[in-house]
């Protein structure tokens, strides 16, 4: 609730003042010169994005994150955003550039398809697809990113998705050896 809470009063006060996301975002040189409040405002910045899709980006993030809190508690779910809210910060400062929350965001999303992939969402409002199938078309873009992108990027997809990979990469790597195993047979 406080996440979305947050990224909510950003969206509005960035209607008021267009540039008061520039005050909150992750740069590493305004971070070193005192403004240490970046190093927490970066994840409550919110994309930019019309009215229409924000109530539902704000929806969607509402969503994700309570089921995610609920199945595992309150600690392990501050492990796991403060994880992947460390990683980019680290990430952040040892390249020199600001980065956004959105490879966080992307993580928590692959968290929750993960714990909970048939859960269903109504594409454009009346085609349902189950989250499972949006999480590969999610890894279909992250994989393009990391291939396609520099040297940033790459570390940038690498320190968003730390969190998940600390959480459910065993997971992964067992059901990816069973399944070599079973194609091998």
């Given amino acids: 609730m406080f996440i979305t809470v947050m990224n909510a009063a950003v969206w509005v006060l960035s209607l008021i003042k267009p540039e008061f996301p520039a005050l909150l975002a992750l740069r590493p040189d305004l ?3 005192g403004q ?12 930019a994005l019309s009215p229409f899709w924000m109530f539902f980006w704000f929806y969607l993030l509402f969503v994700y ?12 779910f501050n492990l796991f955003y403060g994880l ?3 990683s980019l910060l680290c990430a952040s400062l040892s390249l020199g550039v600001g980065l956004s929350n959105m490879p966080l965001n992307a993580a928590l999303f ?29 890894w279909a873009g992250i994989a393009l990113n990391f291939l396609m992108g520099d040297g940033r990027s790459r570390l940038a997809v690498l320190a968003g998705l730390l969190n998940y990979a600390v959480f459910f990469g065993a997971d992964h ?5 069973a399944f070599w195993r079973r194609r091998n047979r």
Avoid: C, N
């Fill in 31 to 33: 971070l070193m010169a």
């Fill in 36 to 47: 240490f409040w970046r190093a927490v405002t970066f994840l409550f910045v919110p994309p």
């Fill in 65 to 76: 994150a309570r089921a995610l809190e609920q199945e595992w508690g309150h600690a392990r």
């Fill in 84 to 86: 992947g809210a460390l």
């Fill in 110 to 138: 692959l968290a929750f398809a993960a714990v909970y992939p048939d859960f269903e969402l109504l594409v454009f409002f009346i085609l349902p697809v189950k989250v499972k199938w949006l999480a590969a078309i999610a």
């Fill in 173 to 177: 790597w067992r059901s990816l050896r």
